[in-house]
């Protein structure tokens, strides 16, 4: 009950907003009768109506997990943002390693074969991708070895 | 004849060495990801797709390898459902309601070849009905103006909405969200940027395997987080593989149905996979009625739901390569790849590229056999192949998803939306709101907006022009029953549980 409402809230505000924002599309000279702006109101307005039917008539709420497994969420996310942010200035393989030992940590809590399989994953992949894909990776950041 | 000769010209593409040799990796590769749970054919298949475009494939290549991994992943679905009771992609799930308790008989071995020759005829059927169907569809898609594009999208998301959800609020919601965001970037008409909020990066709109690759295989990581890998049970045992002669002649009428039943199912815009095998599945249940004995493991249960389901794989492509509107989750990601590749679905395909299209189509039917082959001798290595566990598996894949979308464009942008819509995966599922239609608006919101403009510009403004035509107006009618009959129709339709062990 309580999240289907929350989330028609959200959407609601969201689509209000998007709205908003539509109404602010410049447009230009060379006019078609529907314009840039009519679709994305459209598109505003049904996601406005259909999230009012969530808030007026919800679905039962899902099993959320406890706070612990929340936090392991949070933590994978985290971690996932910053390996994005980490993979350009360090390399491929020393993040990877790192992301995938935590990642798999979170599945499984068990340290010694989280560590072997983000060692495994990174050396294993970086093999694969750079000797049989032959993309373009850089195994270590500049300079480290120089 | 005309689709002779056609078929001539796809098999001398498909039997050249090198596509030959695509078409068994993709078989290999789409059976082990079908098979391996948390891996099903839509994120499988695009976490593939910008390795495939990083490695150069010319179109006719990459679409036969990216059609085999489809095909493959159908069949190996039906492995995890079969021995852990665990779908190993969703069309698998009512595989497990016969295939779990026959093989708990001990007779996995039978349960395996069984389904593996229902997924043969079900994907040959279809593959012929693909190839019969798909010009004759061709021809009269050249009837379509903007009226009638803009009606057939709206069809696509009612009949996802409307038959594929449980609620139709929230698949609104989902392809609103889609469509939203097919609408950030620069508008093509006026050439200003749209909804972009001063951001650089998102001026070229984004890109969809991101979305993609997020929304189905970040996604999963979190769900297996949440479940701590407990889903990486370990099921029955396989003992010795023998074909069970007696039982497939049994099936050969249910085999027959279901393929026919799981085809049109595939063909329905936007219905897919897994209503084919679960259309498949129940009207045999209600053919054979309580003494049929479904539900207890019997043979008929097991081969409807795998022929349907692999009818239906082949069956969604007939509207994604007529009219460039996907019929399932697999199919958008597919054609996904086809935009990327710069390759217009619709009817100028059949003529402008037919070596695409029947090359395709040829090594459909060489894949099917290649599966057959593999799956039925080989099922043991598969079968070795599913104990890999959850926590080496799923890092594996979002490395690679990491990978893959970085060499697509190179920015740490993308990769922070890609890890983004991870999370929206994980709520929006949680909350039980589909994420197919969400793909589906943006990759077809451009088209679509663009339809409704053109088709004004027509009419100089008219409203009732997109009324104009006849097919159209079927167009229409069927989107509005599409997707209000099945709020009547939600207790006849409910999706049976799983097998509770």
Known sequence: MASDRLFGLVVLMTALAYIASATQIQTSFLQDPVGPKAFPMLVGAVAA?????????????????????????????????????????????????????????????????????????SIGLFVLFKYALKLGLVPFPKGLFA | MDIMSNLALGFSIALSPYTLMLAVVGCFLGTIIGALPGLGPSNGVAILIPITFTLGLDATSALVLMTSVYYGAMYGGRISSILLNIPGDEPALMTTLDGYPMAKQGRAGDALVLSGVASFVGAFLATIGLLIMAPWLAQVAYLFGPA?????????????????????????????????????????NSGLPRLTGGNMHLADGIDFLVAIVGLFAIAE????????GKNSSIGVKLEKVVVPWRDIWLVKW??????LLGFVAGILPGAGASLGSFLAY??????AGKEGGFGTGVAKGVAA???????????????????????????????????????????????????????????????????????VPLVKFFVRILMVPAWILLPGVTMISFVGIYSLSGSYFDLLLMVA?????????????????????????????????????????????????????????????????????????????????
């Open chain 2, 254 to 259: 249910t085999m027959l149905r279901a393929s």
């Open chain 2, 148 to 188: 009638e594009y803009f009606a057939l999208y709206l069809l696509a998301f009612c009949t996802l909405g409307g038959v594929a959800s449980n609620n139709q609020a929230k698949a609104a919601i989902a392809s609103c969200l889609g469509l939203g965001i097919a609408m950030i970037g620069v508008d093509d």
């Open chain 2, 305 to 375: 739901p795998e022929s349907g389901n692999n009818a239906a794989a082949g069956g969604a492509l007939v509207p994604m390569l007529t009219l460039g509107v996907p019929g399932s989750g697999t199919t958008a990601v597919l054609l996904a790849l086809l935009m990327t590749l710069n390759i217009t679905p619709g009817p100028t395909l059949f003529t402008d590229r037919p070596e695409v299209v029947w090359g395709l189509i040829a090594s459909l039917l060489i894949a099917n056999v290649v599966l057959l082959l593999m799956n």
């Open chain 1, 49 to 121: 109506i259909s999230a009012l039917v969530m808030i007026i008539k919800p679905d039962p709420s899902p099993q959320w997990p406890g706070v612990r497994t929340f936090g392991a969420l949070f933590i994978a996310l985290v971690v996932l943002v910053a390996y994005a942010y980490a993979l350009k200035p360090f390399g491929f393989i020393l993040p990877t390693a790192v992301t995938a030992s935590i990642l798999s940590y979170q599945i499984s809590p068990r340290a010694i074969p989280a560590v072997f399989t983000g060692a495994g994953l």
């Open chain 2, 282 to 287: 129940m009207s045999e249940k209600s053919i």
């Open chain 2, 421 to 501: 819509f991870g999370a929206l995966g994980y709520v929006l599922r949680k909350l039980d709101v589909p994420t197919v239609p969400v793909i589906l608006g943006i990759l077809l919101g451009g088209h679509m907006e663009d339809a409704l403009r053109r088709a004004m510009v027509l009419s100089d403004g008219d409203a009732l022009y997109l009324f104009s035509s006849p097919i159209a107006i079927g167009f229409w009618i069927a989107a509005v029953l599409g997707f209000v009959a099945p709020m009547f129709l939600r207790g006849v339709l409910a999706k049976p549980q799983r097998v509770s062990d």
């Open chain 2, 221 to 228: 990581v979190f769900f297996f987080i949440e479940g701590h």
